[in-house]
């Protein structure tokens, strides 16, 4: 795609405290600035290990999780997803300087979890695989997806057979420089960013990842690996030079 249509060029930066609760002013300061910027800021983390046998699994997580799991109205009992959206709640109370109890969460228009007033301008995304990690992708000015996926055999196998069922062979061969499993972050990435989900529908999706096909909207992908695991973050009109470590 063309450079000349995006809007700004940025920096991926993975960066963040490892529990984002003992934040420094300075840290906070360096963060605030760096999205401000215009750069997007990545944070990964393993999930704790939890049993699910009953919902009482719940009763030792901050009650800031039971309130953050309706936004997507997700079951209130299921700990991985509170234990994310909390997390995602500690970033953002530092990110915006503010205690999590006044940052204002919504569901947006185009069906895309986000913020209300005078933090809409920030923009979130997050994934994670069954217990084990997750991954959360902040931007400012500019809509933003993220994916993972782990990398072994058993998953390679699930989508390439996800693959021959809906490409032709045409398609099914066009795979620039990318693993199956690459593409499939890229196909979620795109549709967490627009918001529409796999609704998009599967092969355009896959066309739009693998530029078979151009996207209608200015976008671009950025792939990454951490322990075993495939990512991709897709960004509106927003050109990443490099994914690079916070200093």
Excluded at 108 to 132: C, I, K, M, N
Excluded at 143 to 166: M, T, V, Y
Aim: with cysteine; proline share 4%; aromatic share 10%.
């Amino acid at each position: 795609m063309s450079p000349s249509i995006f809007k700004r060029s940025a920096d991926i930066v993975i960066a963040g405290p490892a529990g984002w609760q003992d934040t420094s002013a300075h840290q906070a300061d360096s963060l605030r600035a760096m999205l401000s910027s215009g750069n997007i800021l990545l944070h990964g983390f393993r999930l704790p290990i939890f049993s699910f046998s009953s919902k009482s699994n719940m009763k030792h997580l901050p009650m800031v999780q039971h309130r953050t799991a309706e936004i997507e109205r997700a079951p209130a009992y299921d700990p991985r997803f509170a234990a994310v959206r909390t997390r995602l709640c500690r970033i953002l109370s530092v990110i915006l300087n503010k205690p999590h109890q006044d940052i204002n969460m919504t569901v947006l228009t185009t069906g895309r979890p986000g913020l209300a007033g005078e933090d809409a301008s920030v923009s979130f995304s997050l994934s994670y695989y069954q217990s084990r990690y997750c991954v959360i992708a902040l931007c400012r000015g500019a809509r933003i997806g993220a994916d993972i996926q782990f990398l072994n055999e058993h998953r390679l196998a699930n989508f390439r057979w996800l693959f021959d069922d809906f490409l032709s062979r045409r398609e099914q061969f066009f795979h620039p420089g990318l693993t199956e499993a690459e593409i499939w972050v890229r196909m979620e990435a795109f549709s967490k960013m627009t918001g529409q989900g796999l609704e998009a529908g599967l092969r355009r999706l896959f066309s739009i990842a693998t530029g078979l096909s151009v996207s209608p909207i200015a976008c671009s992908f950025s792939d990454f690996r951490l322990a075993g695991i495939a990512g991709a973050v897709c960004t509106e009109g927003v050109q990443v030079r490099q994914i690079r470590l916070a200093e």
